[in-house]
């Protein structure tokens, strides 16, 4: 046997299995990922541990009672609905902004680029504001939709259209026009090569802008107190509900609203992330 082959045989172990991959993480590495997951643990795991905690101390049975009772099932039909409806459409309008952003030069796109972030830096609360004085009942354009489920749609969709753009555009900007034109010197139509070779590669980043854009909508809280008018069963939202138990001592019936979020949160990540890696694959 050369030496060659004896290199090749040597990370077998003695039982015939070979030795998993070593680790490539230096001392300076492992200190920093040790803080990286403390860190996260502190801000992230363990306050979540504490919902969880704090919505099973009530038992099933209180954890049911809650998330049927008549006013909090209607808040988490009207807030899962509506985060998922703006969600479809900003996954649709945020890629459409995008590639014009990208591909188009016009009048005012610079001024279009600062527009679309100002949901970022706006004060949610402001935000409601705002939507209040052009959609509610003193409106200038003579649209109002306060007290209704428009208005939950409104704000929603306000407060996420930024998220799909800002995922996607970087994305298109470093695609390879070149394929593209390869694509259509080859016979394809613009509709084929957008579903075979852009779509694909752009699955990833809608993917990741529609999962940040529904967990934002599902949670959101100032852009709607003031214009959905939080009518019980009708206009309240599940952050609504839970601030409702908060306020009245209920911390149990809280917890357990929002691990159901938390639930829901994760199904739709899950199920995007699904998606997103089946169309990669077609691609």
Known sequence: MTAVEVSEVAPATASGRR???RTTLTRA?????????????L??????CAVIV???????????????????????????AEALIVTLVNVVMGTAIAWVLVRDQFVGKRLLEVIIDVPFALPTIVAGLVLLSLYG?????????????SAVFLALAFVTLPFVVRTVQPVLEELDSEVEEAAASLGA??????????????????????????????SEYGSLVLLSGNLPMRTEVTSVRILTYIENGDLASAAAVASLLLLVSFAVIFSLDL?????????
């Open 19 to 21: 030795r998993g991959p």
């Open 29 to 41: 590495s492992g200190i920093g990922l040790g803080v990286t997951v403390l860190w996260f643990s």
């Open 43 to 48: 801000l992230v795991l363990l306050p979540l």
């Open 54 to 80: 704090e919505a099973s101390e009530g038992g099933w049975s209180q954890f049911w009672d809650t998330v049927t009772s008549p006013q909090t099932a209607a808040a988490i039909r009207l807030t899962i």
């Open 137 to 149: 009942p003193d409106s200038p354009l003579g649209i109002d939709v306060a007290n209704t489920r």
């Open 189 to 218: 139509s613009r509709t084929m090569t957008f579903r075979r070779i852009i779509l694909p590669s752009l699955a990833p980043a809608i993917a990741a802008g529609a999962a940040m854009s529904f967990a934002r909508a599902i």
């Open 275 to 283: 998606i997103q890696r089946r169309i990669a694959r077609r691609g």
